[in-house]
Nanobody
Framework: QVQLVESGGGLVQAGGSLRLSCAAS????????MAWFRQAPGKEREFVAA???????TYADAVKGRFTISRDNAKNTVYLQMNSLKPEDTAIYYC??????????????????WGQGTQVTVSS
């Protein structure tokens, strides 16, 4: 079992920045893929970014150029640096993880482990 614990959410004004952290514990693998999803009220959970164990990254078009995902494999921790935040970024942000089977996925169903979420609110 892998446990994921998120931190760093909060309230920020439009144009501001936040950094989210997600620490994994338990039985993990070097090939573990970690990702961020978000879900706004009344909307489906959507992919934000993913980091492969080798360091490669994938971003949703909505956040490309503004968000940066990074990973510290030694600490089993993934980060999401969010810059130039917009009100439409407001959502609960979830950390997720999966094995390498199938590679990086944009589908929530493919992820095996989930954090409990952290609220990000961007005011106008």
């Amino acid at each position: 079992q892998v446990q994921l614990v998120e931190s760093g959410g909060g309230l920020v004004q439009a144009g501001g920045s936040l950094r989210l952290s997600c620490a994994a514990s338990g039985r993990t693998f070097s090939s573990y893929i970690m990702a961020w999803f978000r879900q706004a009220p009344g909307k489906e959970r959507e992919f934000v970014a993913a980091s492969r164990w080798s360091g490669g990254a994938t971003y949703a078009d909505a956040v490309k150029g503004r968000f940066t995902i990074s990973r510290d494999n030694a600490k089993n921790t993934v980060y999401l640096q969010m810059n130039s935040l917009k009100p439409e970024d407001t959502a609960i942000y979830y950390c997720a993880g999966k094995g390498v089977s199938g590679g990086t996925s944009l589908r929530p169903h493919d992820y095996e482990d989930w954090g409990q979420g952290t609220q990000v609110t961007v005011s106008s």
